[in-house]
């Protein structure tokens, strides 16, 4: 990828709240043009995953899940609804750290991150007993989303899935990249040189979560409203890429 | 804060390399004005670690240090320098994992990160005995920074000191703030309702490390020339914060 010097972020205006089946590369174009924005290559669109999962209709009823022994357990520690705890438990590979209030998993897919994910809040179905669990495979709903805009377009765009996620160590949650498709989520500079002929010993940057991590000033919290950040100046080699690529391999992982 | 719609991140173009005891509120108002820009209330500048610890002469020569018996028996399991780790411990609180080619230290500072953030590759001392350690007090850097850029233009900006950090789970790194001055550090939208009327439950936001984040995505790695990023759009309801507050407390770090 070629340094860019300058990058501009734009959150899509008066998206509709997303519906199960809605087509989001229609609702992303009807975005695009109220804002009188038109796609250019390498343009990357950051999704959330609260839109692409509702679209997926990816809601989970509480009422219907029935926890297991280990689920039951696990909510006494953690004080958490042992039907949440079962439905994390389903989306998860391991559980990673739990505590009082605090249960935090590897996901099938592969990133660590709390309740696996599952969204409790602001899911607009009105009830308690009413979940969203994250896409099915957001890599795939992201290179769906970039081929149906292509066609729609004739322009490939990179496209970001993202999550927010908390950290260790670290305090405040942040954007990361839990879907990516047509750029690399991952840059690897070894063997570039610096500016003093010095071969750059272990530089691979995060790109995909960089973008995210951007993405997430501008398209906000508790505003779910602006679910679409655009953002243009980003220039790339290739557009392959997959957010399976930003998962350090537990074997190599020294706080899993 | 309110959430913008448009950010856009500018990299200051050819800054000099950066000498002890230089001036970097001169530096960098000399490269606004080279590109012809000119600093506004709410923006912020990301500014390198790297050109700050040399500004400050943050320079150590590793030819002046003695191995402690614990840095001989560390540099032995990690195959690193001995001389290099005991500058690394003489940086640390604590020793957080280590194995061959890895050392992971809690800095004083409070942060996690491998090898304490002392910088071994593109330094430009010319000799594989000097290295750099981060800037002393990278609060008290951005404030300072903050501070004679206000002297000399009027105008209070934010001011981010960024390092290049690797992270637990995720593969690559990614810019992160070290120091901070004149904007939030964290965001704390707990207690805000959604569109639906619903408190949301614990949105903590790491406003800098974002913002960190992104910029890296315009000063690239390889090329010393842009450790400078202008990132105009962001609105603060206060101008308090320090890196110090996207520090966890160890006790409540399930991770440490």
Redesign the interface.
Known sequence: MN?????????L?GLP?VQAGDNLAELILAGLESASLRLQPDDVLVVTSKIVSKSEGRWLDLRTVTPSEEARQLAKATEKDPRLVEAVLRESAAVS?Y?SG?L?VRHRLG??SANAGID???V?M?GEDWVLLLPEDPDASARHLRAELLARTGVGVGVIISD?QG??????????AIGVAGLPA??D?RG?????G????S?????A???A??A???????????PVVLIR??QFDTHQGAAA????DPAF????
Chains 1, 2 share one sequence.
């Open positions: 340094t860019p010097d300058r990058l501009l972020l734009t959150a205006p709240v750290r505590r605090v935090i990133f660590t409790h809040s602001n607009g009105g927010t950290r260790p160590f670290r305090v405040g949650n942040l954007g990361v991952v840059l500079l570039h040189e610096d500016l003093f010095r071969r750059l010993q530089t691979t940057v995060a790109l979560d960089a973008v991590a951007a997430g000033l501008v398209s906000g919290e508790a505003d779910e409203g602006r100046g980003l690529d930003l998962i350090r992982d020294l706080y899993k």
